[in-house]
């Protein structure tokens, strides 16, 4: 994913970073490969035991993860897609949260990724996207409560507006650009507010949004 490797660059030179991703990042200090073939649930305890190698606390869990689908509740593809949606957006950021509810540190930031589409707007063409998304916003809320985590822990949860990505360009080449996120900006935010600079109040979301060339957290 485009947003995690700019995470990776911004992160490098002062944190060390543990990769848990399907591919290795040459970047990160640290791998850890899952499976897509073998269900997420039944790699935790392998994760866990693999970061704990690495380090018995970890200041910062970041989880990037995300995909759309277009579909509409008369479309018979809808279930297929939401099993999708389900395993791409909602699985891996559960993953992120069990993650963090055994080894996050004291003060420990937990950054979860959302959609400004799904949060906002009920747009009846991207449904299966819009329940997954939904799911991962109430999961961040319940983690935000700290009855799992350690009490001066914080849940932040972002909500990007679109990211300047090759793909995205490709698939709307005749879209506005002005607006789009940099992901290289996006992830120069997400290391200032895990190194403490400006971090959001606990169970934030921040609409992300580019203006006159600024990037600009919009807190909802």
Known sequence: MILGQSVVRQFKNTWKIANVDLNTNEQAHH???LDRNVPIGEQVEQTM??????????????????GPAQD?????????????MLRVNV?????????????????????FTGS???????EPTLLSYTLAKNSVHMLSLLLSTRDELPDAATVVTILPDTLDTEKNRELMPENDRSTWLPPDRVARLIREWADGKGRPTNGSFAHLKMKEGTLIPEFI
């Open 31 to 33: 791998n850890i490969l």
């Open 49 to 66: 035991s693999e970061l704990r190698k690495i380090s018995g606390n970890y200041d910062a869990i970041i989880s990037l993860v995300g």
């Open 72 to 84: 509409s509740i008369k479309d018979v593809e809808v279930f297929s897609n939401f099993d999708k």
């Open 91 to 111: 699985e891996p950021s559960l993953f992120a949260g069990h993650l963090a509810s055994k080894i996050l540190g004291t003060n420990g930031f937990l950054l």
């Open 116 to 122: 400004s589409v799904a949060f906002s707007n009920t």
